[in-house]
């Protein structure tokens, strides 16, 4: 591979990937572009003691997940794990998974999967040389601050990981990165997919014109600037924001009810526009915003969001696809997407599969990742190759 880092280096351990239950498909991704690497990769130290178990049939650990009829599960690892460096792979938010509990077909929680996380480390009880945890989008990442009497979920789990003995958290677009300060001692990454993004966008979109001229960057909230704010940078175009106003004298679901949202930035007739945010959840915000960008002239609108949840089911996109109000909206494959979903004609699929084995090759390698962290370089040569910088 060109301009690979140095994977001289003595791993850390020998390399092993757990599949939590709902990250098969994307575990056997990963271990296909790790298996095809090493076997490429020319190194005088391949054959050395300190890189045995370098090139194997898979890097896959045998892990089951059995259930009892009550519904109380464990974990059994079927194979050694003294040493290895482990990397596991979990999707807190993946619906489509089930199990039995008294007979009945019950969808996998967000504390489930969390429970088997747990399951996983106490299963390898201490033995792996290393720890680290794939989570692309956080547990109770939403919960990450106080504001009356309320639990904080996410900064306990990472404190209780962190006592596990987890040394690294990688996660995508978390939702506040200052939910690290929890475990200041352990190793917290907040990876962005931005040039991911922009790559599917260019290669989905013929006639796109990425100038300030044509485009425009906008963030549905005061919450994710930060994001778009890269965007634009990085794109050379203007930033626009909606600001949400919220009833504070009541709670619906769990959160102030929006009563309008509020455009703050320059004009956006006639330009294509980006919408960036971290996760759509109901989707009725991203919607309402499409809206408004509409009765402002708007052309093309396209959503960027590194989670597609839906949790509302597909009907309002569907319908807001019909009427013209979005063009295209790009989630990644960091968590599940339902069969029906994969169908639209609206949707697009992001693959970050290659660039989570890239991290974890260069992290077993106890090489730097900051160079996979800054994808500025990249998205800057992939616009000049396509003639659109």
């Not at 639209?344 to 106890?366: C, G």
Request: glycine share 8%.
């Amino acid at each position: 591979m060109k301009n690979e880092p140095n994977y001289n280096t003595i791993p850390v351990g020998q390399l092993g990937i757990i599949a939590l239950p709902g990250c098969e498909e994307m575990a056997k991704k990963i271990d296909s572009y790790l298996i095809k690497w090493r076997y490429e990769r020319n190194s005088e130290h391949k054959n050395t003691l300190a890189f045995a178990g370098y090139e194997k049939p898979t890097y896959i650990v045998d892990i089951d997940f059995p259930r009892f009829g009550t519904g109380e599960g464990k974990a059994a690892i079927k194979q050694t794990v003294r040493g290895y460096d482990i990397f596991i792979l979990c999707d807190v938010f993946n619906y489509g998974v089930t199990y039995k509990m008294y007979g009945l077909t019950v969808p996998m929680s967000p504390d489930d999967h969390y429970a088997n996380l747990k399951r996983a480390i106490s299963a390898i009880g201490g033995k792996a040389k290393r720890i680290s945890v794939i989570m692309p989008m956080l547990y109770e990442g939403r919960q990450h601050k106080r504001s009356s009497r309320e639990s904080l979920d996410c900064a306990m789990m990472l404190q209780e990981l962190s006592g596990m003995g987890v040394s690294n958290m990688i996660t995508f677009d978390a939702h506040d990165p200052r939910v690290m300060n929890s475990i200041p001692l352990s190793g917290f990454e907040s990876v962005s997919p931005a040039y991911q993004m922009i790559k599917a966008m260019v290669r989905t979109v013929d006639d796109l014109k990425l100038d300030k001229d044509n485009l425009m960057i906008i963030s549905p909230d005061e919450g994710g600037m930060g994001r778009c704010i890269y965007y634009s940078t990085i794109l050379g175009v203007e930033l626009g924001m909606f600001y949400k106003r919220r009833d504070y004298s009541r709670i619906v679901d769990g959160r102030n009810p929006i009563i309008a949202h509020e455009f703050l930035g320059d004009n956006v007739e006639g330009k294509d526009v980006i919408i960036v945010d971290d996760m759509i959840s109901s989707g009725e915000s991203m919607i309402e915003v499409a809206t408004k960008l509409k009765e402002l002239h708007a052309n093309r609108i396209y959503i960027f969001s590194a989670f597609g949840l839906f949790c509302n089911g597909l009907d309002g996109f569907d319908k807001a696809y019909q009427d013209g109000l979005i063009y295209k909206v790009f989630t990644t494959n960091l968590i599940y997407r339902s069969p029906e979903l994969l169908k639209r004609e609206w949707y697009v699929e992001v693959d970050l599969s290659k660039y989570i084995s890239y991290m974890i090759d260069t992290l077993n390698h106890d090489t730097s990742i900051s160079g996979l962290l800054d994808p500025a370089d990249k998205i800057n040569k992939l616009l000049k190759e396509k003639g659109l910088k």
